[in-house]
């Protein structure tokens, strides 16, 4: 992306503008805007209205349906341009799309016929022969071998559905509906020696399954006026997109994508940029190759199409194709199997391949290698996007084999609680094992680790987790959220229900009835003041304690609704949010009410809230992430942990499915043969009318696809393992039948069904459950006797707010805010400027830790130093003398054991250029505290650091000077602390340069 927008700008304005825009955090919303555009051209006499017409036609006339499937396919818009560009002419693209699927279909009929020797070919065409007749069916010549493409296609679908089910199985019976009538015993016989035959054959059921799916090798009527509408539109909608970003000043990664793509030119006319970039590139390394889209591999072509053998250029690509899990952001991992197979154009690449794991212990890498030897296939597929599997060599010692390396825990279908809890006990085991060990708990989706951060946390386990929290479910965002609507909209009956039902209210059920039920065309809230008045209270109906409850609700929103347009909506939303007791019933989401607060403030449109429902919206997008910079246990999803490491890793939900693709306008998918590659195309299929074979086609290679990447998935989460593995999983409880026992089985499509035939023999059962079909005597008859009230939590009916604290006495500012106490006027420009990227570069080493930042590494970074350096407008003269500085005062300190102690991760509550603003009189001042933490003995450390060099004799007399002089900020810093917080104090100058750390005593 940087690389894409670095060489959009240096294109001319008119080519590269998006990248001098902001990259939109909300695309869909210009998608739609683009979508509907385009819709509106129906109304446009000199635009594609026919093609308009002819779309929502086939989408029975719904303008909804049409616009979001527009704008899914704008979306991924980068993946159609390409072949679809300005336009296509439909008869050459009809021709051109016809051939493709007839080839298509020729392939697999070929590979069919192939797959049959020719005693049971001849086998199966007697029979198909004879149960044809009996159907009264005319196959022509399709089984011979020598007819037209749709004969033949014809004669094996009629043979795959006579020996096939619906679900691709072999028919266990064959009956006179599949041509084989009961008086004719002898074929009978016959074909079910034909069928026992074939399926000793390996691999024969798939490939006669996908004969089955194939389509027509042309397009009917109602597919090619569906599919030439959309080829006709969808330049339209890129462009109506253009207008949208142009108009919203923002833009997506895939428009500068495009735009760095069109500013190298092309083959034939490569632009003047293309051949500067050509001059200067030398060396190429592309990491993550496995996970290369379709418009960065055109960019890399782009990039070495000057390229020739012997010219001293060298190209590096990197990438494990087991490890291509992105392709949501529509990764190819095929490209790297044709690059890996046949190289770029110009360059000859050799292929290496790295087979030592250094990461995992050698019981680990035995059981990926026996485990997915047996999930991956064995051939590389590039229809399906399926990887042969590579086996790996343990680096590590250790032994062989360790039945503590991988644990299996069977969990219920239907209680995640339980599976939580025990995941905490797991989580419990590993940490009082080590000290030092780390946990990573890796889920496939965020749903998948709601309940288990609810437990750790309950159990008072410090974690990071990381964009997982969904903002959308939690409680307090959809309080908060009713509050919002309640206030902006006195008739918002659901939300006003929403607030006197929460537990800051708690209005029973009785209670809300007598609200509800009264229709005399006053709001909720005017009821709830009518609560307020002993007069005409009474009248409600409701109970002494619903009274109380709903007076307090409208006395805190009418000091809300006073406030309404005249402060920010935010702040009025927690005004009445804290009045109402928010805080108090909030429990362990307390600590994302700032979060949910602003995502209220940024739709605030002069104090007042004009789109809920966008709002809405926004908190089902939003994710939140729970800090813990030292947390030893990390809950991230698998796609985050990519590339990360943990000594024991959890995988819990393995046996939860997840939520599938929908279904696009347009689907297209690319097959390589012989000579190229072809390209096929199908539109979604008509409302109200039959499946279309093709898109159904298409649709299972996608599903084939996501399945191939599921597995990759799941090897990519067992990897990170170093020392164990702890695998949990849900089975339903199959059916017991007369004959054989209930068979448990993850869903279908989930992580552990796609482990099932390696695991399923071994996996443990689970205590208690009942299978299907089953009795369990101990249930009583009525299955209302289970029912249990839920109970309600609510503040007690007479809460108070508890008060506020004293306030802090501030003077009136009559200046500026100084920034410092202290003048530096005396330091040279490139000595003060040095101490600024010094300190700079301390914070990053505080943050990322002392282990990252070796000499090496330092010396490494010089460059960036230089960069850092010159930015803050050190002069060419002195910016070599300044670097040094800057490298002495970071090699000190790291060298140094007071220096490694203060930058170091074991402290507490550590603070890095941390800003505080403090009264002084009359004046303000805002203070930057270099460095603050807590350590072991609970003392509360504040460092401030000194940069500065001492070339002269009299070094006593120099530090001392230096602490009369700084002892004035190192007061300040102290008094600000002891305003927020109480506990002992010490304050100190550190200079890496001397090697000291000088506390400093400036009293209380």
């Known amino acids: 992306d940087a690389l894409n927008a670095a060489l959009a700008r240096s294109s001319p304005l008119s080519g590269g503008a998006s990248a001098l825009r902001a990259v939109s955090e909300q695309p869909e919303r210009l998608y739609r805007l683009a979508a509907r555009a385009t819709l509106r051209l129906l109304a446009d006499t000199d635009g594609p209205r026919e093609a308009v017409a002819a779309l929502l036609a086939h989408l029975d006339n719904d303008p909804g349906r049409a616009e979001e499937l527009l704008a899914q396919l704008l979306a991924r818009r980068d993946q159609w ?33 192939a797959a049959i020797p020719a005693a049971e070919r001849e086998g199966l065409s007697e029979i198909i022969h004879a149960a044809a007749i009996n159907r009264k069916r005319d ?43 009961p008086d004719q015993k002898d074929l009978k016989s016959h074909a079910q020696e034909v069928l026992l035959a074939l399926g000793a054959i390996p691999g024969l059921v798939g ?14 009527p109602t597919q090619w006026n569906a599919l030439e509408a959309l080829l006709t539109l969808l330049p339209f909608a890129a462009a109506e ?89 529509q990764a190819e991992v095929r490209l790297f199997l044709d690059v890996r197979d046949h190289g770029l154009p110009g360059i000859v690449l050799e292929f290496l391949q790295l087979r030592a794991n250094f990461r995992s212990v050698p019981a680990l890498v035995a059981w990926t290698n026996a485990t997915f030897e047996q999930v991956f296939p064995a051939t590389d597929d590039l229809i399906s996007s399926a990887i042969s599997f590579a086996a790996s060599a343990p680096a590590r010692e250790g032994p062989l084999p360790d039945p503590a390396a991988v644990t299996l825990h069977a969990c219920a279908w239907d209680k995640p609680d339980e599976e939580a809890d025990e995941v905490v006990q797991v989580v419990r085991e590993c940490l009082s094992t080590s000290v030092t060990g780390t946990i990573g708990i890796l889920v496939r989706s965020r749903g998948h680790a709601a309940h288990i951060v609810v437990a750790l946390r309950r159990a008072g386990v410090e974690l990071a987790a990381s964009d997982l929290v969904e903002l959308g479910r939690t409680a307090l965002a959809n309080d908060l959220l009713a509050i919002t609507r309640a206030l902006v909209h006195a008739g918002d009956r659901l939300a006003w229900l929403t607030v006197l039902r929460a537990p800051w209210c708690g209005l029973s059920l009785t209670d809300l009835v007598c609200l509800g039920s009264l229709h005399d065309e006053r709001t909720l809230y005017d009821l709830a003041l ?49 009045e109402l007791g928010g805080p108090a019933v909030a429990g362990l989401e307390l600590v994302l009410a700032d979060l949910i607060l602003n995502e209220i403030g940024g739709h605030d449109v002069g104090g007042d809230c004009p789109d809920v429902l966008a709002l809405a919206k926004a908190f089902d997008r939003a994710r ?151 009795a369990d005597e101990s249930l009583p008859a009525d299955p209302t006797a289970h029912w249990r009230q839920p109970v309600l939590r609510r503040l007690p009916p007479n809460w108070q707010r508890p008060p506020a ?64 350096l010159l930015s803050q407008g050190v002069e060419s003269a002195s910016v070599d003398r300044a670097l040094d500085r800057v490298v002495a005062v970071l090699t000190e300190a790291l060298s140094d054991a007071d220096g490694r102690w203060l930058l170091s991760a074991e402290h507490s509550e550590r603070l890095n250029e941390y800003a505080v603003t403090v009264a002084d009189g009359g004046r303000f001042h805002q203070l930057i505290i270099d460095r603050a933490f807590v350590d072991a003995d609970g003392v509360r450390w504040i460092i401030d650091y000194k940069t500065s060099s001492h070339e002269g004799g009299d070094r006593e007399a120099f530090i001392r000077s230096e602490v009369e002089r700084y002892s004035p900020q190192l007061r300040a810093y102290r008094q600000a602390f002891e305003c927020l917080e109480n506990r002992t104090v010490r304050t100190a100058l550190y200079f890496p340069l001397l090697r000291l750390l000088q506390v400093v005593d400036v009293g209380a």
């Open 81 to 113: 341009l390409p072949f679809i560009g300005a336009g296509l002419d439909p008869g050459a693209a009809r021709r051109d799309l016809e051939a493709s699927l007839a080839r298509l279909v020729e392939a697999e009929l070929s590979r069919v016929e």
């Open 139 to 181: 196959l022509g010549k399709g089984g011979s071998g020598n007819g037209s493409l749709g004969d033949r296609l014809a004669w094996w679908q009629f043979a795959v559905s006579s020996v096939l089910t619906a679900k691709g199985d072999w028919r266990q019976k064959l009956t006179v509906k599949e041509g084989f009538p």
């Open 207 to 220: 490939t006669l399954a996908m004969v089955q799916r194939l389509p027509t090798p042309q397009y009917s």
């Open 241 to 329: 997109l253009k207008l949208v970003f142009a108009a919203e000043g923002a833009t997506d990664y895939a428009e500068i994508a495009a735009e760095g793509r069109a500013a190298l030119g092309d083959d034939v006319e490569p632009s003047e940029l293309a051949m500067r970039v050509d001059w200067r590139l030398q060396h190429l390394l592309l990491d993550e190759f496995q996970d290369t889209s379709g418009a960065q591999y055109a960019l890399l072509r782009a990039l070495t199409r000057g390229w020739a053998p012997g010219d001293g250029r060298t190209l590096f690509l990197v990438g494990d194709p087991m490890q291509s899990i992105y392709r949501f952001r």
């Open 530 to 578: 009518s609560a307020v008045d002993p007069a005409t209270a009474e009248a409600l109906g409701l109970t002494p304690d619903g009274q109380l409850r709903v007076a307090r609700v409208a006395l805190a929103f009418t000091a809300g609704l006073e406030r309404l347009g005249q402060l920010p909506l935010r702040d009025v939303v927690e005004g009445v949010w804290l």
């Open 624 to 774: 939140a992430s729970l800090p813990g910079a030292d947390a030893r246990v990390a809950v991230m999803t698998i796609h985050k942990a990519k590339g990360l490491q943990f000594d024991t890793v959890i995988l819990p939900g393995l046996g939860r499915g997840v939520r599938g693709d929908k279904r696009a306008a347009l689907l297209w998918q690319e097959l390589a043969h012989a000579h190229g590659l072809d390209l096929l195309l199908a539109p979604v299929n008509a409302s109200g009318a039959d499946d279309d074979p093709l898109y159904e086609l298409l649709w299972a290679f996608r599903h084939q696809q996501q399945l191939a990447e599921s597995d990759r998935l799941l090897y990519v989460a067992v990897t990170r393992a170093r020392e164990r593995l702890h695998l949990f999983g849900q089975t339903k409880a199959g059916a017991a039948t007369d004959t054989a026992a209930a068979v448990p089985h993850p869903a279908r499509g989930s992580l552990l069904d796609r482990l099932w035939p390696v695991i399923g023999a071994t996996w443990p059962l689970i205590a208690g459950v009942v299978p299907k079909g089953g």
């Open 805 to 868: 604290p004293a306030g802090m006495q501030l003077p009136h500012a009559e200046a500026r805010a100084d920034r410092s106490l202290v003048a530096y006027d005396w330091a040279t420009a490139w000595a003060r400027q040095a101490g600024s990227v010094a300190h700079r570069c301390l914070q990053q080493i505080a943050l990322e830790g002392i282990g990252q930042y070796t000499p090496e590494r330092i010396s490494a970074l010089r460059p960036r130093y230089r960069q850092l």
